[in-house]
């Protein structure tokens, strides 16, 4: 019976012996261990450790497809990945579904936005952006605002903005702050207003955080901080501070193109400064003898010549033109009634 061969520690094939065969220097029924025990003449020839073929690349077929599938799978798993972060970090909702007068929100709005545009320069002669005679109205205060108390339900339907009523500490006027209160949420309650789009809601609120506040200031606190570069007084929308600052000598004097129609222009004020916390822009007078858009600077005029003279040094997104035109003072964003829901 023969033995079978045992691998030695280099990996060699040892070659069995008969278990009662004599070697030579050894004692009869003594066994070799490893080829090493056995004698020289005995030993088989030690054979070349064997090397290892590389494995040849895949040919022919099936080798192209696996390349050609490696060339384009692999980028277009690339621009899926990229597309994928694109949409998880896109804002939902279709820009172009806004209504004309209603802005999707810009991406850095300025600070401020006002009638008054900045970088003006005292250039600029409008007559009619002058403000008129009248009674005596808060010209100075403490440059700190209080919250007027109460509240309002919700009015409109869409995404509901909340809104405070506030005045500047150190002012009065003559009918009272509750008064302006009032006259801020009948404005901003009339389907002719920013809820008649169908699009958004209102809602007054006294304590908490609102998405805006509507401050009467008075006249030196407007003008540092709306800007009074081209010296006629303005109101403004300022982002930093969420507010929107009713200059106090607009508030009891109006504008000349309203012509004595105080509480006309009252309305205009407010739904205009309100208009770009929606980010609307200002607009010219598109239709000569038509009603202004409420987005048109009427606290200085309804002329297109006359307010050309703020857009040719400092376009503020709008051109407005030398075309002779102008308008009828307007304070609503939809004056003919809310827009009829679609469907």
Known sequence: MTRPARRTAEGEDATASPPDAALPGRARGAR?????????DLRPPREAPRRR?????????????????????????????????????????????????????????PPVVGEAPPGVGQNVDIPTAELPAGGAFPATGAGTWHVVPGTTAQV?????????????????????????ATAVDATLADPRSWVGSGQLAVRRIDTGVPDFRVSLTAQTTARGQCGYAIRYDA??????????????ARWVRGAGAFDGQLGLYRQYAVNHEVGHVFNNPHVPCPVNGGLAPVMMQQSFGTANDYLAQLTEENPQGTQIPRDGKTCAPNAWPYPQGAVPASG
């Open 53 to 109: 073929e590389p494995v040849p690349a895949r040919r022919g077929p099936a080798g192209s497809v696996l390349r050609s599938w490696r060339t384009w799978v692999i980028p277009a798993l690339v621009v899926l990945t990229v597309l994928a972060v694109i949409e998880a970090v896109s804002p939902e909702g279709d820009p172009g579904s806004a209504s004309p007068l209603l802005a999707p929100p810009a991406a850095g709005p």
């Open 32 to 40: 070799a261990e490893t080829v090493e025990d056995l004698p020289p």
């Open 235 to 248: 109101s403004c929308w300022k982002s930093d501070i969420g507010r929107v600052l009713i200059n106090g």
């Open 156 to 180: 409109g339907t869409g995404r509901v903005w909340t809104y405070m009523v506030e005045v500047e500490d150190g002012i009065t006027i003559a009918e009272g702050e509750q008064a302006f």
